[in-house]
């Protein structure tokens, strides 16, 4: 999912440069880059990280600014809102949400095993 990681402006621009990147095939890339930057977010944070992958500039300017990436970061928020997912990362495990940063290896591994469990 393309999902802010805080209701400001400048993540929902930083999760359509996701949906850019995703369009020219390197949406890892960029979302593990984005990952390591989270400390140091800024509006011109995607351009900095699509010219350190490699990315077509002008592709991914024109794309940053349209209206597709908006409506796709959207819908993404409204999906994680209806799955009452509030943070990331987060999964499922059999239908029931696992989030959490620091331990999610930890909580997937107890997930699994309560469902195994049952």
Not at 20 to 30: K, L, R
Not at 36 to 54: C, F, K, N, V, Y
Not at 84 to 112: M, S, W, Y
Request: proline share 3%; hydrophobic share 35%.
């Amino acid at each position: 999912m393309d999902f802010p990681i805080t209701e400001t402006v400048v993540s929902r621009t930083i999760a359509r440069g996701g949906v850019c990147a995703d369009e020219q095939g390197e949406f890892w890339a960029y979302h593990d880059l984005a990952y390591q930057q989270q400390e140091d977010m800024h509006q011109d944070l995607p351009i900095e990280l699509a010219d350190e992958i490699g990315l077509d500039g002008k592709a991914f300017g024109d794309c940053l600014g349209s209206e597709k990436a908006a409506a796709r970061v959207e819908r993404t928020e409204r999906e994680a809102r209806r799955l009452q997912l509030k943070r990331t990362p987060g999964i499922f495990v059999n239908g029931k949400p696992v989030i959490g940063h620091d331990d999610l290896e930890r909580n997937i591994i107890r997930a699994v095993e309560v469902e195994l469990a049952q």
